[in-house]
């Protein structure tokens, strides 16, 4: 038998869908975008309250709150940005990049004024995001009795003596280097950087494993790229990507510190040896943070500074033969280490 079920009434179709006004979209949007018009208001005042009341400041334009003209400065060539800005405001004007508010200067005179005569009123620092990067314990970030004991420790790893024992692993390192360059054009530069990083690596951590500098350059390199951006910890941004790797790195050189501290005969030597042996130095012994901190300190400061300086070397001598023929003459009868 088979049952069968009949509905006296049809079976009752689903409620239109409720029309919404016209009006009432547009309210909504014309709602957000208030909102959102709202928010940038308020940070912009909020930008504006804190520029220092009562102090002149050069021309120039700060951009919008936060960003500042970070964008433009990534959209155009960094030479034209500047330019363009020197061209309209003059030699000394303000903005803002990376989060930071800043005032540049490009003539001679006013680099002399913050350099030299004026010295004294100015403080060395980088911005906020580049001290999370380097790390806050760096050297470069203090003044006073830290930066004082600091100073003598860096500067200990450095002395001719010291440098004198690495001639040879420095000597092998431009071995390497130079097949790579025949019969090619090279980026000088970027070469430099190469080469210069390398010996950086010998001056912080003296004679180790080549397994665990290659990790620790590779997580180095990484925290590079993200010196120059814009400091958004964001996932996918290159500051993210920077901030972790930055993380890596320092959880390495921890277990790096606790193998020094734990046998004395590990490797020992470089700016990572000095800075254990602080109490040598008659100075306080350093935390695993401080000491971390600072020999990437070291390395950041070693890195683009010498290969900036190597790459302005090469073209003098390039452009000089005669100078090029003195020093190669000059180098000949040096005595061999």
């Not at 800075?275 to 020999?295: E, F, M, P, R, Y």
């Not at 390039?318 to 100078?323: I, K, T, V």
Request: hydrophobic residues 40%; aromatic residues 10%; proline residues 7%.
């Amino acid at each position: 038998m088979q049952l069968q079920l009949f509905f006296p009434f049809p079976s009752p179709s689903p409620p239109p869908l409720p029309q919404i006004p016209t009006l009432i979209i547009t309210s909504t949007l014309f709602s957000s975008f208030f909102f959102f018009f709202l928010v940038v208001l308020v940070l912009f005042s909020s930008h504006q309250r804190r520029q220092p009341k009562g102090k002149i400041l050069p021309p120039g334009s700060m951009g919008w709150p936060y960003i500042g003209e970070t964008l433009k400065f990534y959209t155009q060539n960094p030479d034209s940005f500047f330019a363009n800005r020197r061209r309209r405001y003059g030699d000394t004007f303000k903005t803002h990049i990376l989060g930071c508010p800043c005032v540049m200067i490009s003539s001679p005179e006013a680099a002399r004024i913050v350099l030299v005569t004026k010295a004294h009123l100015f403080k060395p620092t980088y911005p906020p995001s580049k001290e999370k990067m380097i790390g806050p314990q760096a050297l470069f970030f203090h003044q006073g009795a830290y930066h004082s004991r600091l100073k003598k420790l860096v500067l200990a790893a450095f002395l001719p003596s010291v440098i004198r024992g690495s001639v040879s692993e420095i000597e092998q390192i431009v071995l390497k280097f130079l097949p790579t360059w025949e019969n090619t054009t090279i980026n000088t530069l970027q070469e430099m950087k190469r080469y210069a990083f390398d010996v950086a690596m010998i001056s912080a951590f003296g004679h180790k494993r080549d397994s665990e500098m290659k990790g620790i350059k590779q997580l180095y390199q990484c925290l590079e790229k993200g010196y120059n951006s814009m400091p958004l910890d964001l996932p996918g941004t290159p500051f993210h990507k920077a901030m972790k790797a930055r993380k890596q790195l320092n959880e390495t050189l921890r277990r790096l510190i606790q193998e020094r501290r734990g046998n004395e005969k590990a490797g020992g030597g470089g700016l990572l040896g000095n800075l254990l042996g602080a109490k040598n130095h008659k100075v306080d012994q350093l935390s695993d943070s401080q000491i971390a901190d600072n020999v990437i300190g070291v390395i950041f400061a070693a890195h683009d500074t010498t290969a900036s300086v190597l790459t302005w070397v090469l073209k003098y001598l390039h452009d000089n033969r005669d100078l090029l023929e003195a020093v190669t003459v000059n180098f000949l009868f040096l005595p061999r280490i």
